[in-house]
T-cell receptor, first 113, second 115 residues
Framework: AQTVTQSQPEMSVQEAETVTLSCTYD???????LFWYKQPPSRQMILVIR??????QNATENRFSVNFQKAAKSFSLKISDSQLGDAAMYFC??????????FGPGTRLSVLP | ETGVTQTPRHLVMGMTNKKSLKCEQH?????MYWYKQSAKKPLELMFV???????ENNSVPSRFSPECPNSSHLFLHLHTLQPEDSALYLC??????????????FGPGTRLTVT
């Protein structure tokens, strides 16, 4: 069965600095999708960024980018120029075609002013 | 209304009560999901509906009963719950189609407290 691991339960970053959240996954599939979701305190979970496994180019969305290493089964999220509004739980998720999502346990990110 | 909505946002119920959670998606999606989110635990998938048909029931106790009358609405009927059922219940939807990106869109959740 597929599993998703986030080894950092909590992280903190200074405002305007850069932080990287780690995610590793286990799968025997070659075709799949990877996601990072953000859940701010008492607010809705929203999609931050998505990566298709067949694409070699790392996905980027404004200040958010990923480092996708398919052979290593690693999918880290980099947040540049961190803002107070980036404080949230971040969940890494995996999905292969026709299968359900598998979520990691989450990383709580604090942004220090 | 846009996206995925859930009502009520907060619910306190006794162990002998019967209540229902409602979810509605305004995205034209064909699949809907119920998740349970407890403190310090990963998201737990409870039920999956594809084209109104239940395709997954992850060993959820029978005190939780889902209902999907159409592709836009999803209910979770609750009865004789236990205190350990207190959690945030999240609804999500997705568009399941070949070549799609399959991302899920989440509602704000219902914070359930069982007393």
């Amino acid at each position: 069965a597929q599993t998703v691991t986030q080894s950092q339960p909590e992280m903190s970053v200074q405002e305007a600095e850069t932080v990287t959240l780690s995610c590793t996954y286990d799968t025997s599939e070659s075709d799949y999708y990877l996601f990072w979701y953000k859940q701010p305190p008492s607010r809705q979970m929203i999609l931050v960024i998505r990566q298709e496994a067949y694409k070699q180019q790392n996905a980027t969305e404004n200040r958010f980018s990923v480092n996708f290493q398919k052979a290593a089964k690693s999918f880290s999220l980099k947040i540049s120029d961190s803002q107070l509004g980036d404080a949230a739980m971040y969940f890494c998720a995996y999905r292969s075609y026709g299968q359900n999502f598998v979520f990691g346990p989450g990383t709580r990110l604090s942004v220090l002013p | 209304e846009t996206g995925v909505t859930q009502t009520p946002r907060h619910l306190v119920m006794g162990m002998t009560n019967k209540k229902s959670l409602k979810c509605e998606q305004h995205l034209g999606h064909n699949a809907m999901y119920w998740y349970k989110q407890s403190a310090k635990k990963p998201l737990e998938l409870m039920f999956v509906y594809n084209f109104k048909e239940q395709t997954e029931n992850n060993s959820v106790p029978s005190r939780f009963s889902p209902e999907c009358p159409n592709s836009s609405h999803l209910f979770l009927h609750l009865h004789t719950l236990q205190p350990e059922d207190s959690a945030l219940y999240l609804c999500a939807s997705s568009q399941e189609a070949a070549g799609g990106s399959y991302e899920q869109y989440f509602g704000p959740g219902t914070r359930l407290t069982v007393t």
